[in-house]
């Protein structure tokens, strides 16, 4: 693997957590809340993962990332999503993290209080993670990009 390889595995760990978000929500609206905690784990461990390996690509990367070339409508749209994509991900940890501490304390109330905030948060940051990687890197990629395809 290498440093060009991290936009697909990011994007691939946000699709993971993206699932199991989803699929946590899904099963604590039902009353499981076993399946619920081991779709949560996953999810945190995706996206810690995926923070990782994001912070050493553009450590690596820098001022040379991919820069959205597209023209026309797309690209108002690209930048919508992108900017709000990059907002609310700064939210993301900090809400994660608060979201969790309850749960080590079995303060169900506060976790379920703060958690109605951070799960469609969390789940607009990873669904838009995705969308970014596939306008920027497949949909509309640069031209340097293409030709090496």
Known sequence: ???????????????ISTVFISLGWY????????????CMITAVC???????CYLIYHYHVGEKSTHF????LVRPIYFTMLISHILLAF????????????VFQRRWDKHRRIARWTMPIWLYVSVT?????LMLYQWFPPASLALGR
Do not use: C, E, K
């Open 1 to 15: 693997m290498t440093i060009s390889d991290l936009p697909t595995l990011n994007a691939s760990l946000n699709a």
């Open 46 to 52: 995706s996206s810690t993962v995926f923070l990782t």
């Open 91 to 102: 939210v993301t940890l900090p809400l994660v993290i608060m979201t969790l501490l309850p």
């Open 69 to 72: 070339t597209a023209p026309g």
């Open 129 to 133: 993670g995705v969308l970014v990687y």
């Open 27 to 38: 099963f604590i609206r039902r009353g499981f809340w076993r399946q619920h905690v081991a």
